[in-house]
């Protein structure tokens, strides 16, 4: 499968620690997929939250939130942050 995500930048990515945790990863999202995911993330015509079982999306906006519920991506977020998230 290839990812839509670049999660090797994200691991060579340097957290910043102030103000407060964070980092900036540079074309995180692979700019090949960013169409597709465009086309297909969900209609949301008002403020608010929305469960993803409650919006309709596409195929490519499927995969996107396949690969950030993966357990890659949440090993490289556990290792970045030093932090459990099972």
Same mark, same amino acid.
């Given at each position: 499968?290839? +990812?839509?995500?670049?999660?090797?930048?994200?691991?060579? %990515?340097?957290? %910043?620690?102030?103000?407060?945790?964070?980092?900036?990863? !540079?074309?995180?999202?692979?700019?090949? $997929?960013? $169409?597709?995911?465009?086309?297909?993330? !969900?209609?949301v015509t008002? !403020?608010?939250? @929305?469960?993803?079982?409650?919006? +309709?999306?596409?195929?490519?906006? $499927?995969?996107l939130v396949?690969?950030?519920?993966s357990e890659? @991506?949440?090993?490289?977020?556990?290792?970045?942050?030093?932090?459990?998230? %099972?």
């Amino acid at each position: 499968m290839v +990812s839509m995500l670049d999660l090797e930048g994200f691991r060579g %990515t340097p957290l %910043t620690r102030e103000p407060f945790e964070f980092l900036i990863v !540079p074309e995180f999202v692979k700019a090949e $997929a960013r $169409a597709a995911i465009h086309k297909d993330y !969900p209609d949301v015509t008002r !403020p608010g939250s @929305f469960p993803l079982g409650e919006v +309709s999306y596409g195929r490519a906006f $499927a995969k996107l939130v396949e690969e950030m519920r993966s357990e890659e @991506f949440r090993k490289a977020f556990e290792e970045k942050f030093g932090i459990d998230l %099972t």
